[in-house]
T-cell receptor
Framework: DAGITQSPRHKVTETGTPVTLRCHQT?????MYWYRQDPGHGLRLIHY???????DKGEVSDGYSVSRSKTEDFLLTLESATSSQTSVYFC????????????FGPGTRLTVL | KQEVTQIPAALSVPEGENLVLNCSFTDSAIYNLQWFRQDPGKGLTSLLLIQSSQREQTSGRLNASLDKSSGRSTLYIAASQPGDSATYLC?????????????FGTGTRLKVLA
């Protein structure tokens, strides 16, 4: 499982509240990603990081921010959660190199009421 | 803009059949293509990775092929089993220096009947 954990695994929150999801990896990989998965849309990239303090936007970054102050942790923050952000959120890592694959965490199911 | 399509969206087959899942992409300038399996309520499990310079990769009963010029990849599953029931997704990593983004298809939901 490439040593990836996500917390919390489930969360229910109310519209307008801030939410932070955490992705933790134990293998010192450089690249980390946040995706959301919704029916009919597949997985869509929110943000990714290519090193400590180095991040970039994906295709659905509006309403989300990220931070990476340590190699092992990549945080996804919803500053003011909306019902449209109800989704399953997956963290992934890529080890880099020619033959390395992308590996995923177990996911966080977020419900915004 | 790269788009990745997987057809059919769902597939139901009897146990023992050999089957092919399809993945199409619009921009042939890819770095690699990866196939994943996702069980209900679970994360994604990597199955096979094909580099843009490769034609196919094999792992057990799985064989993935890549035809960049036609923008297609296929995942062949031999002698399907009920345990193969899952959603299968393909993801394309864009080519070019400094591109670390992956574009996913919406998946094919496979059900293998005992």
């Amino acid at each position: 499982d490439a040593g990836i954990t996500q917390s919390p695994r489930h969360k229910v929150t109310e519209t307008g509240t801030p939410v932070t999801l955490r992705c933790h990896q134990t293998e010192n990989h450089r690249y980390m990603y946040w995706y959301r998965q919704d029916p009919g849309h597949g997985l869509r990239l929110i943000h990714y990081s290519y090193g400590v303090k180095d991040t970039d936007k994906g295709e659905v970054s509006d309403g989300y921010s990220v931070s990476r102050s340590k190699t092992e942790d990549f945080l996804l923050t919803l500053e003011s959660a909306t019902s449209s952000q109800t989704s399953v959120y997956f963290c992934a890592i890529w080890a880099g190199g020619l033959y390395n694959e992308q590996f995923f965490g177990p996911g966080t199911r977020l419900t915004v009421l | 803009k790269q788009e990745v399509t997987q057809i059919p969206a769902a597939l139901s087959v009897p146990e023992g059949e050999n089957l092919v899942l399809n993945c199409s992409f619009t921009d042939s300038a890819i770095y690699n293509l990866q196939w994943f399996r996702q069980d209900p309520g679970k994360g994604l499990t990597s199955l096979l990775l094909i580099q843009s310079s490769q034609r196919e990769q094999t792992s057990g009963r799985l064989n993935a092929s890549l035809d960049k010029s036609s923008g297609r990849s296929t995942l062949y599953i031999a002698a399907s089993q009920p345990g193969d029931s899952a959603t299968y997704l393909c993801a394309v990593r864009r080519g070019g220096k400094g591109t670390y983004k992956y574009i996913f298809g919406t998946g094919t939901r496979l059900k293998v009947l005992a």
